[in-house]
């Protein structure tokens, strides 16, 4: 298919692969065979798709779509430096992560958000290559964002034969995105720290003009964290965008990673049974009130004082 030949109401899909040597990342790890086998669980879809990916696999991914007999609703745009699609912000997250009290400030050392420059410029770009996608006139309409190894492979949808539809919904124009967790008022700082996930990354739609929106509104967030002397990926980005404007949002409970797909349009996907929460450690818990009792008594000393008054229960 041509670049610019879809032309389309329904939802196109937009997706991204770059091999960023996570092989070696120990329960991170994952090779680019393993996500190459991960989106073949899904490529089935009958949408239109547009995939940016490293120029090595863009045949294989090729080969994937039109084994399905999908080849002529697929774009497929070779990146040969995805490094260079944004030099500066690259620069700016290098220089903030290679500060080690940046990384020790973090609560999960081995997350690759806590140490990994590619990880999180990699998961900004998601953001840059819809924007490049609405600009070049490969996607318009309602366009979904699917991570490439969306579903990991049957991890939520174990049954790769039920993709085998066309997906449609009648989004809103508005940016849908879906919860991990209520949003709340807590600092960004202290996010970064705890590194709580409250909007997911793997699966977002809107508008086309939305879209090029939320680069805009991504891209300046990573600014302002590098500024701090910090970066993080996608999802922390995703809750700045959402504090900034509010209005460009609608936001969707979400039980499970990749629920969304069957509550908005998916129905008949099945889904594997959703491991129930850890309950709350001894230790946690009593660290938790602890901490509740000191916030309570450091007010009370204060009782009466303009401090009391703004930030009392």
């Known amino acids: 298919m041509d670049e610019g030949s879809i032309v389309n109401n329904e939802i196109t899909i937009v997706t991204a692969f770059f091999d960023i040597r996570r092989g070696g990342w120990g329960s991170f790890g994952r090779s680019g065979d393993r996500y190459i086998s991960y989106f073949k669980h899904w490529a089935r879809i009958k949408n239109n798709l547009v995939v940016y990916v490293d120029a090595c696999y863009a045949e294989e991914v090729k080969a994937i779509r039109s084994a399905f007999g999908l080849l002529d609703r697929t774009i497929v745009v070779p990146v040969d430096e995805v490094e260079q699609c944004d030099r500066d912000i690259l620069l700016r997250i290098e220089t903030a992560m290679r500060s080690r009290h940046a990384w020790v400030f973090r609560r999960w050392l081995d997350n690759p958000e806590s140490w990994s420059v590619k990880y999180n410029y990699i998961m900004l770009m998601k953001y840059y290559f819809i924007n490049e996608a609405v600009k070049k006139g490969l996607a318009s309409g309602t366009i979904a964002w699917m991570d490439f190894g969306f579903n ?4 939520v949808f174990p049954v790769a034969e039920e993709f085998d539809f066309e997906w449609n919904y009648p989004f809103s124009p508005k940016i849908h995105a879906f919860l991990n967790r209520s949003v709340d008022e807590l600092p960004i700082f202290e996010i970064v720290r705890n590194m709580n996930v409250y909007i997911k990354g793997n699966l977002l739609v809107a508008d086309a003009g939305s879209w090029s929106e939320l680069w805009h509104l991504c891209r300046s967030a990573m600014v302002s964290l590098t500024a701090c002397g910090f970066a993080d990926d996608d999802q922390t980005l995703l809750l700045m965008a959402y504090r900034e404007r509010p209005d460009l949002f609608e936001l969707h409970e979400s039980a499970q990673w990749g629920d969304a797909l069957k509550n908005f349009g998916g129905g008949h996907l099945t889904m594997n049974d959703v491991s129930p929460e850890a309950p709350e450690s001894r230790g946690k818990r009593w660290r938790r009130i602890l901490r509740e009792k000191y ?17 009392k229960r």
């Open 152 to 155: 990991h492979g049957g991890e």
């Open 295 to 311: 916030i309570d008594w450091q007010l009370y000393k204060r009782k009466g004082s303009a401090i009391y008054e703004q930030y």
